[in-house]
């Protein structure tokens, strides 16, 4: 069993839905080691809930934390092989350790980009997930969008849901998408309806 496309997993906080993902064959699973997050996580609660998972790759996701802190962290988690954060420079500070780097962009940041920080990007091999604060994706958007994704890898995290994921996919010729995990209502019971609705419709038959 495979998914159609590329998938990342923002902010995991438990053990449901992180096996759930993994058993799925989503790409990657993040978890936030930003203080400030309100999805964070300590290195002890990746440790447990990582402990259990198999075949996926782990993600430590930052959004402002400086070098020092991020290494700090990773010198307790080695099970990490990517890195997200919002800074190029750090991205790339990390990239030079092994990490694989993902850079977090809101759609005006990207339209702010100039070409020489494109051509940076397709060179250093980052990928993008873009997260708006809105739900939403305009049209400007989509045409930049498509443009963009000749160029770079994007991780389209907004304005997906089970309706148009297909159809998103296939016109802007994403290299993937991102969504954010559910929260624990008690042990062993999230609530990721949505989630799980489009990884099931992006599910690839044997």
Same mark, same amino acid.
Request: glycine share 6%.
């Given at each position: 069993?495979?998914?159609?496309?590329?998938?990342?997993?923002?902010?995991?906080?438990?053990?449901?839905?992180?096996?759930?993902?993994?058993?799925?064959?989503?790409?990657?699973?993040?978890?936030?080691?930003?203080?400030?997050?309100?999805?964070?996580?300590?290195?002890?609660?990746?440790?447990?809930?990582?402990?259990?998972?198999?075949?996926?790759?782990?993600?430590?996701?930052?959004?402002?934390?400086?070098?020092?802190?991020?290494?700090?962290?990773?010198?307790?988690?080695?099970?990490?092989?990517?890195?997200?954060?919002?800074?190029?420079?750090?991205?790339?500070?990390?990239?030079?350790?092994?990490?694989?780097?993902?850079?977090?962009?809101?759609?005006?940041?990207?339209?702010?980009?100039?070409?020489?920080?494109?051509?940076?990007?397709?060179?250093? *091999? /980052?990928? @993008?997930? #873009?997260?708006?604060?809105? !739900?939403?994706?305009?049209? $400007?958007?989509?045409?930049?969008? %498509?443009? =963009?994704?000749? *160029? /770079?890898? @994007?991780? #389209?995290?907004?304005?997906? !849901?089970?309706?148009?994921? $297909?159809?998103?996919?296939?016109? %802007?010729? =994403?290299?993937?998408?991102?969504?954010?995990?559910?929260?624990?209502?008690?042990?062993?019971?999230?609530?990721?309806?949505?989630?799980?609705?489009?990884?099931?419709?992006?599910?690839?038959?044997?």
């Amino acid at each position: 069993m495979a998914l159609r496309t590329f998938v990342k997993i923002n902010g995991i906080t438990n053990l449901t839905d992180a096996r759930y993902c993994s058993g799925m064959y989503v790409n990657l699973l993040g978890f936030s080691f930003e203080n400030q997050s309100d999805r964070f996580i300590s290195p002890d609660t990746f440790k447990e809930i990582s402990g259990w998972l198999s075949g996926v790759d782990f993600v430590a996701e930052f959004d402002s934390a400086n070098s020092e802190s991020i290494q700090n962290i990773l010198d307790q988690l080695p099970e990490i092989t990517w890195i997200e954060h919002k800074n190029i420079d750090t991205l790339l500070h990390f990239k030079e350790k092994g990490l694989q780097p993902i850079l977090k962009l809101s759609s005006l940041e990207l339209q702010e980009f100039s070409q020489d920080t494109l051509s940076q990007l397709k060179d250093s *091999e /980052i990928l @993008i997930h #873009l997260a708006n604060d809105q !739900n939403a994706i305009e049209e $400007e958007e989509n045409k930049l969008l %498509l443009a =963009l994704s000749k *160029e /770079i890898k @994007i991780l #389209l995290g907004t304005g997906i !849901n089970s309706s148009n994921v $297909e159809r998103k996919l296939d016109e %802007l010729r =994403l290299f993937g998408i991102a969504m954010t995990g559910g929260d624990e209502i008690k042990p062993g019971l999230t609530d990721f309806n949505e989630l799980a609705d489009i990884l099931e419709i992006l599910e690839l038959e044997d």
